[in-house]
DNA sequence: TTGACAGGCAACCATTCAGTTGCCTAATTT
DNA sequence: AAATTAGGCAACTGAATGGTTGCCTGTCAA
């Protein structure tokens, strides 16, 4: 995938805290099935499982089959990637923008 | 602003490449007028003009007025705290996650 | 002082999104 | 064999998104 699409993809999956959520619970225990991410989840499992397949096409969640379950894991690699990819580039010029902004707001004209 | 709005807001403003573009530009180079950032979108200002205030409403981006001209800066702090309130999480299990997903992938079943 | 320029506001349009309901298939359990 | 359970598919709905056009208000320069 081209990169921009990827930033896409991963950053509108995260941009919704019921798919964050179903994040966290990956975190903290992977092997989940959708009816264990539907738990605590107020709405339908219809609705959850939208959720999930959009994190699975963000390869956020990776999962296995075993009988009629379906297994669902934590892929760490897109998240690691835009931390490595985009958001260093903006952690690495942070106090320069920082000063610049704050000289800017306080009325100097340079 | 609550925790969760605040992610939703910041998330969904990075989910837009042409406000990543935005943010790309005022990274490099702050102070710049709206008919600036207008240059190499091939959108209508009024459609720019969205976007730049959808990033200023997440806190990404501050203005500045002078005169006729409203100058914008790039705001690195949301952008830092996503880092530190919610990536660096995923960062840290990083590697063990990856090693259970690649084991729950080549099927072992514990 | 008149015109050009920077920006804001409002209405409109097509598409996407988040959710619903209803039904279906396949694998398990009893 | 029958009932239950896990999940998938399709159609529909209302709201949000990303874009457009037209017009209006200040500010600056000739």
Redesign the pocket.
Known sequence: MEAEAELDAVF?ALA?R?RRAVLDRLRERGGL???DLCEHME?????V???VA?LESAGLVATRR?????LHYLNPIPIHEIQERWISRYERGRLAALANLKNALEGRND
Do not use: N, W
């Not at 709405?43 to 609705?47: E, F, G, P």
């Open positions: 509108k919704d019921t099935t959708l009816v709405m339908s499992r219809q609705a499982s939208k959720h959009i075993s009988g009629r379950e379906k």
